[in-house]
């Protein structure tokens, strides 16, 4: 696993998700950055309502450090999830 140990002179990058929300929607998500050494610098959930067809959305917005190229192979990676319904 790689792990940056000083990235402070990285730019700040923020993710934008519409996710379903139901347990083990973060734990996924998470996992994503943990299983590449990458620590979340802010993490902000928000329930978007009403529910479209009683399913309960909310919109996850996470900040890390890393280049460009990092957050798009993150932003792939989250996509990918049954649990994410759109990446920003």
């Known amino acids: 696993m790689e792990c940056i140990a000083n990235d402070e002179n990285l730019p700040l ?9 139901e347990p083990g929607t973060l734990f996924l ?11 979340m610098k ?7 309502n009403p529910p479209m ?3 309960r959305l909310s919109r996850l ?3 890390f450090r890393g280049e460009d190229s990092r957050k ?10 049954d649990c994410v319904i759109e990446s920003r």
């Open 13 to 21: 990058q923020t993710i934008v998700l519409m996710v379903q929300d």
């Open 29 to 39: 998500v998470s996992s994503v950055f943990s299983n590449r050494g990458i620590s």
């Open 42 to 48: 802010s993490i902000q959930m928000h329930e978007d």
């Open 53 to 55: 067809d009683s399913v």
């Open 61 to 63: 917005t996470i900040r």
């Open 72 to 81: 798009k192979i993150i932003s792939r990676l989250l996509s990918r999830l």
